[in-house]
């Protein structure tokens, strides 16, 4: 549930005390000022009533997406008609965490659960931003011109990685392309931008000790919401190894296998794939193999883990 705004009868009799004040002043106002005054106050009013009723007035929302559970499993962060919110795992009212004209989107938790980095266009395209987990001002990270998307946080919290399309290779120069995004770390208060990987990598996260990077690759540039796809395009999970510099795949399926997230002590991982028919939860080793369906939907899509 979310919460609710005043009812629209109580901005009214605000309007009707309102001018009825205004027209007991004395002569010291003549009736266009009371009615430029009362006007002016009476928009302002609808006006703030309509952006309570737009941020707070569904009780059952439809379209919650990307939701990102707190790191001690307690707190779920959401967008919701590009804003965030947050409401405990156990259910409750929803909260705002943002209330902007812009769309934020794609909240992601630092390790210590005191911070949420997003992405917002509130400067025409996505940059990223960084807030605290108990709200307040959002505060930004990255200023170039390309959309940029938040992933993780670095283990020691010091930095967000993230994808866009900076700098490729020197080797793709002639055949540059605004689908295959780069890999980058930004401080979290601010600073230089530093390239980590330079081939295409999303949904990326951290091991636990930092040695290790495990994503989804990208091919080309197939609709991300596509169902059934299979083709040369497809995503696969793949691990990345700082140590060796090594790319490793580990899934083989002829589809789509993305969103992976590391389990049982960067061993295994969990991950969406259609290996199923739909979109469900798979869990592999992080060696390879056989896969593990955790979840069993059949008509709609798991779509965000």
Same mark, same amino acid.
């Given at each position: 549930?979310?919460?609710?705004?005043?009812?629209?009868?109580?901005? /009214?009799?605000? =309007?009707?005390?309102?001018?009825?004040?205004?027209?007991?002043?004395?002569?010291?106002?003549?009736?266009?000022?009371?009615?430029?005054?009362?006007?002016?106050?009476?928009?302002?009013?609808?006006?703030?009533?309509?952006?309570? =009723?737009?941020?707070?007035?569904?009780?059952?929302?439809?379209?919650?997406?990307?939701? &990102?559970?707190?790191?001690?499993?307690?707190?779920?962060?959401?967008?919701? @008609?590009?804003?965030?919110? @947050? $409401?405990?795992?156990?259910?409750?009212? +929803?909260? +705002? /965490?943002?209330?902007? !004209?812009?769309?934020?989107?794609?909240?992601?938790?630092?390790?210590? %659960?005191?911070?949420?980095?997003?992405?917002?266009?509130?400067? %025409?395209?996505?940059?990223?931003?960084?807030?605290?987990?108990?709200?307040?001002?959002?505060?930004? /990270?990255?200023?170039?011109?390309?959309?940029?998307?938040?992933?993780?946080?670095?283990?020691?919290?010091? =930095?967000?990685?993230?994808?866009?399309?900076?700098?490729?290779? +020197?080797?793709?120069?002639?055949?540059?392309?605004?689908?295959?995004? !780069?890999?980058?770390?930004?401080?979290?208060?601010? %600073?230089?931008?530093?390239?980590?990987?330079?081939?295409? +990598?999303?949904?990326?996260?951290?091991?636990?000790?930092?040695?290790?990077?495990?994503?989804?690759?990208?091919?080309? %540039? !197939?609709?991300?919401?596509?169902?059934?796809?299979?083709?040369?395009?497809?995503?696969?999970?793949?691990?990345?190894?700082?140590?060796?510099?090594?790319?490793?795949?580990?899934?083989?399926?002829?589809?789509?296998?993305? &969103?992976?997230?590391?389990?049982?002590?960067?061993? =295994?991982?969990?991950?969406?794939?259609?290996?199923?028919?739909?979109?469900?939860?798979?869990?592999?080793?992080?060696?390879?193999?056989?896969? !593990?369906? $955790?979840?069993?939907?059949?008509?709609?899509?798991?779509?965000? /883990?």
């Amino acid at each position: 549930m979310f919460i609710r705004s005043i009812p629209v009868i109580r901005v /009214l009799n605000f =309007a009707s005390t309102l001018m009825s004040g205004l027209l007991s002043i004395g002569k010291a106002a003549t009736f266009s000022s009371i009615k430029t005054s009362f006007m002016n106050k009476l928009l302002l009013s609808l006006l703030l009533f309509t952006t309570a =009723a737009n941020l707070f007035g569904q009780n059952d929302p439809n379209w919650l997406r990307y939701p &990102s559970i707190s790191p001690d499993g307690k707190t779920i962060v959401f967008t919701y @008609k590009g804003d965030l919110y @947050k $409401v405990p795992a156990t259910g409750g009212t +929803a909260t +705002a /965490l943002t209330i902007h !004209e812009a769309h934020d989107f794609m909240p992601v938790w630092s390790h210590d %659960g005191k911070s949420i980095a997003f992405a917002s266009d509130r400067y %025409g395209n996505f940059d990223i931003y960084v807030i605290s987990a108990e709200g307040g001002e959002a505060k930004r /990270l990255t200023y170039h011109s390309a959309n940029e998307y938040p992933y993780d946080f670095s283990p020691d919290d010091k =930095a967000v990685l993230f994808g866009g399309v900076r700098v490729d290779l +020197a080797s793709n120069r002639l055949y540059p392309t605004g689908s295959q995004p !780069e890999l980058y770390n930004v401080p979290v208060n601010g %600073g230089r931008v530093i390239q980590v990987l330079s081939s295409p +990598a999303e949904d990326v996260k951290y091991s636990k000790d930092g040695s290790l990077l495990i994503y989804q690759n990208k091919k080309g %540039g !197939e609709n991300t919401w596509r169902k059934h796809h299979t083709s040369a395009i497809t995503r696969d999970i793949c691990v990345y190894n700082f140590k060796t510099g090594l790319h490793n795949k580990i899934t083989s399926f002829n589809g789509e296998d993305r &969103s992976p997230v590391f389990t049982d002590n960067d061993k =295994a991982f969990y991950y969406l794939s259609e290996e199923s028919g739909s979109f469900n939860i798979h869990k592999m080793n992080l060696e390879g193999g056989k896969s !593990e369906q $955790v979840t069993n939907m059949k008509k709609h899509p798991v779509r965000f /883990l």
